[in-house]
């Protein structure tokens, strides 16, 4: 038997693994195709480099970015925005991330258990894991780090509904790479197209969500087609890839449940992405952290704990981002962003920083407030609030 269970090896699960197992937990991780490239940006802050970096090697495999384009679909303008000064902020393959975290985890003694799990229910002395390949696994603990679709989730609380999850939709275009970001607003579906480049490819993509009644092969044309106008990639291999993410609302993130009686949600599973860009690997390892200092701590009240420091550290800045989500997307927020970055250098400097993960949603506005740019903080404010 073993002390915890992970389901899910991605960057929560095998972050989480190896913080228990360096306390002399028994851990074991449920994941039959961990590590894998993943249908997403793949952008890390320096933010979330810091959660992990003793062990990482030096230097990680990865692009560094200089900077970041941002083009309004409606009107054709566009403006760029240096990110040099965040030496931190990389695109790295997520296999290759991937796999460096889940290495560390087994280096520190936690074991692989390479099947899909299948179900889970509540045995004594907790929790018993059903995989395909015909064992069981018990612990009195279970995390649950098993992403949008999570069997944890389903099967201890309830899962996501299409509500609340988005569809990020793409391509990985091989043979191609670049240090620039490309992120366009589009109005239909309602958010943006990406374009981030990693070491031997560039991941493109859009999201959409679930129940906006449009369909990944749909979000595909529409991809496709951008791949082609704005020329990032002609003649190149295009490998399509579909994958749900977590989008709550900021009803849903009033009051989430990200633990119960002996179990705990990290990352995806948890709903801990942000609504905006639908980042989440800086939000994986940090409730991953958060997870395993209670887990290891043993208290009565272990899940409480948790689940109090993810709404102070984690569920609060969603929460914010959630409110301005809608307001992010409106064409009128879009072109006076445009507008901002070509003209104002304090705006881009805003912006820069909210890109490499240095600035905060808590601050945003009063900080757009301060750049001095007042008629352009002021029109921004008000198409904010």
Not at 34 to 50: V, Y
Not at 66 to 91: I, Q
Not at 252 to 267: E, K, Q, R, T
Not at 271 to 295: K, N
Request: aromatic share 8%.
């Amino acid at each position: 038997m073993h002390d915890v269970a992970i389901v899910g090896a991605g960057p929560s699960g095998a972050w989480a693994a190896c913080l228990l197992a360096r306390r002399g937990a028994r851990v074991v991780l449920v994941d039959p195709s961990h590590p894998r490239e993943k249908p997403c940006g793949g952008g890390i802050t320096g933010r979330a480099l810091a959660l992990v970096d003793q062990v990482l090697p030096q230097p990680l495999p990865a692009v560094a970015i200089r900077r970041a384009r941002f083009l309004d679909g409606s009107t054709g303008r566009s403006a760029a925005v240096d990110l040099t000064s965040h030496d931190a902020l990389v695109v790295s393959g997520r296999a290759a991330f991937d796999g460096l975290l889940l290495s560390a985890a087994r280096e520190a003694g936690a074991e692989l258990a390479s099947s899909r799990a299948v179900d889970v229910r509540r045995a004594a002395p907790g929790f018993a894991i059903d995989t395909a390949d015909g064992r069981t696994l018990t612990a009195p603990v279970i995390v649950g780090a098993d992403g949008a679709n999570s069997l944890v989730r389903r099967r201890l609380f309830r899962p996501f509904t299409r509500r609340q999850l988005s569809i990020a939709t793409g391509f990985f275009v091989h043979g191609v790479t670049s240090d620039e970001i490309l992120l366009e607003f589009v109005a239909d579906p309602s958010g943006y197209i990406w374009s981030f480049p990693r070491p031997d490819h560039l991941a493109v993509g859009i999201c959409a969500a679930a129940d906006a009644g449009v369909t990944s092969s749909a979000l595909r044309v529409i991809t496709r087609r951008w791949i082609e106008r704005s020329g990032v990639a002609r003649g190149a291999l295009l490998e399509p890839y579909s994958w749900p993410i977590p989008s709550l609302s900021g009803h849903d993130l009033n009051a989430p449940i990200v633990a119960g009686s002996g179990w705990y949600l990290v990352g995806d599973a948890a709903g801990a992405v942000d609504p905006i860009t639908r980042e989440g690997i800086f939000f994986a390892l940090q409730s991953a952290s958060f997870a395993a200092h209670a887990i290891a701590g043993a208290s009565e009240n272990a899940e409480c704990q948790y689940a109090e420091r993810m709404q102070a550290e984690v569920i609060s800045e969603l929460r914010r981002a959630a409110r301005l989500k809608d307001a992010f997307f409106r064409p009128q927020f879009t072109r006076l962003l445009i507008e901002a970055l070509q003209r104002s250098a304090p705006i881009r400097g805003v912006m820069a920083d909210l890109v490499a993960g240095v600035q905060s949603y808590r601050g945003l506005k009063w900080r757009l407030a301060r750049t001095l740019e007042i008629s352009y903080a002021a029109k921004a404010l008000a198409a904010l609030l």
